[in-house]
């Protein structure tokens, strides 16, 4: 089994900021992506970052680039995502996603979800 537990969510104001964890834990492979996706009331989730466990290589959504950082501690099995300058717009449940695996199988699984609402 892998859990994926979120924090560091909260209440925020405009131009604020605000650091999220996840503590991944289980039978994770070691070569996997880890990301960040967020789900606001009536949208759909999307993807605002991610990052390799080998390369290190990081994916931004546009919305994200210049404000938000993804790290990884592999050795800790956590993921961060650093916000920055944050909008009333980021406001939504901000999930953690581990996933793994080729065409013929693949592996992905999601944290509880922690909320970020930001102010105006």
């Known amino acids: 089994q892998v859990q994926l537990v979120e924090s560091g969510g909260g209440l925020v104001q405009a131009g604020g900021s605000l650091r999220l964890s996840c503590a991944a834990s289980?039978?994770?492979?070691?070569?996997?992506?880890m990301g960040w996706y967020r789900q606001a009331p009536g949208k759909q989730r999307e993807l605002v970052a991610s990052i390799t466990s080998y390369m290190g290589s990081t994916n931004y959504a546009d919305s994200a680039k210049g404000r938000f950082t993804i790290s990884r501690d592999n050795a800790k099995n956590t993921l961060y995502l650093q916000m920055n300058s944050l909008k009333p717009e980021d406001t939504a449940v901000y999930y953690c996603?581990?996933?793994?695996?080729?065409?013929?199988?693949?592996?992905?699984?999601w944290g509880q979800g922690t909320q970020v609402t930001v102010s105006s």
């Open positions: 996603n581990v996933q793994w695996g080729g065409s013929s199988r693949r592996y992905s699984y």
């Open positions: 289980g039978s994770i492979f070691s070569i996997n992506t």
